[in-house]
């Protein structure tokens, strides 16, 4: 029986959310119940979520999408987010359907519409943004922490000092979601970093007849014009950050795993949204350590290219 999980996305700036959700919906072993938006301008990131969903068919355009919190529980200002804290459109908005042409937004919060399809105890929340919209549904109904069988995450950093993204956007809501009691698979920075296209998967994408496939190369394409310094030869290349946590779900094997905990940093005044990892044998947090990077790439299109 397929796996039913929740998206919970800040789809639209970095462009591994889109191959992310591209890849869920190439996978019978899991079944997608909802897409949730989170951080900024999310009615901008639900667009490019059903934009995704539409390309793939009608049953999956009518899978609800929510936008969630825009805000975030962060404590202190968030050094360089200023911009995205202003509504401003994601990178990828330009390759977006039409309005008219997708499946209405959904009208129930984010945040109440995880509260209420987990609490149903067999549904899995994938959270590959800010953990605001999780750490909230679990602030308004903690018994929550009781119906989550497991959480999959791509967040924090251990080999690197740094906050990882995903937690410097909201490193409280990140500690309440990591100090929960719910077992969590965790997809580090270095695991993306180690998973990343190369021209010849670009070009192999662009080449590709699938509708799904066409939309995503659609997505690249923005993002990699979004990120590209005047001048440069070279166009960044995606990281598969965020796919690594379906993937991985689905084969585990594709990487080598430490378990432990992970915590949160909220004290230190250079080092507020770090992530530490203290290995445990009897830890709830199990995290991907080195990945089979031309395995994990060939396991992404050959799920991308059959939808």
């Known amino acids: 029986m397929a796996q ?53 068919g009608d049953t999956f355009a009518a899978i609800p999408v929510c936008a969630g919190c825009g805000g975030s529980m962060a404590s202190r200002p968030l050094h360089n987010l200023k911009g995205y804290l202003e509504d401003s459109l994601p990178n990828q908005d330009s390759s977006c359907l039409p309005e008219a042409e997708l499946h209405p937004l959904d009208s129930c919060h984010g945040v109440d519409f995880l509260v209420e399809k987990l609490a149903s105890g067999d549904v899995v929340p994938v959270t590959i943004g800010a953990m605001t919209n999780l750490a909230m549904a679990l602030v308004k109904d903690w018994r929550l922490t009781k119906r989550i069988p497991r959480i999959l995450a791509m967040a924090g950093e251990f080999r690197h000092p740094m906050a990882e993204w995903n937690i410097l956007c909201d490193p409280e809501a990140a500690h309440i979601v990591f100090s929960s009691g719910i077992p969590i698979d965790v997809i580090p920075w270095e695991v993306g970093m180690q998973a990343t296209f190369g021209q010849d998967h670009v070009h192999r994408l662009n080449a590709s007849s699938r509708p799904l496939a066409k939309r995503l190369a659609a997505a690249v394409s923005a993002w990699q014009s979004a990120h590209s310094t005047v001048g440069e030869k070279t166009k960044p290349m995606p990281h598969l950050f965020d796919p690594m946590t379906i993937a991985t779900f689905i084969c585990p094997e594709l990487c080598t795993w430490k378990r432990g905990t992970v915590r949160v940093e909220l004290q230190g005044q250079e080092t507020y949204g770090y992530t530490t990892f203290r290995e445990d044998a009897k830890g709830l947090h199990r995290v991907a350590w080195d990945v089979q990077r031309d395995e994990a790439l060939e396991f992404w299109f050959d799920r991308i290219e059959k939808v």
């Open 4 to 56: 039913k999980i929740i998206l919970d996305t800040d789809i639209g700036d970095d462009i591994d959310d889109a191959l992310a959700l591209g890849l869920i919906l190439g996978c019978p072993e899991v079944e997608l119940i909802g897409v949730t938006t989170v951080f900024s301008n999310v009615v901008a990131r639900a667009r490019q979520a059903r934009s995704v969903l539409k390309s793939a």
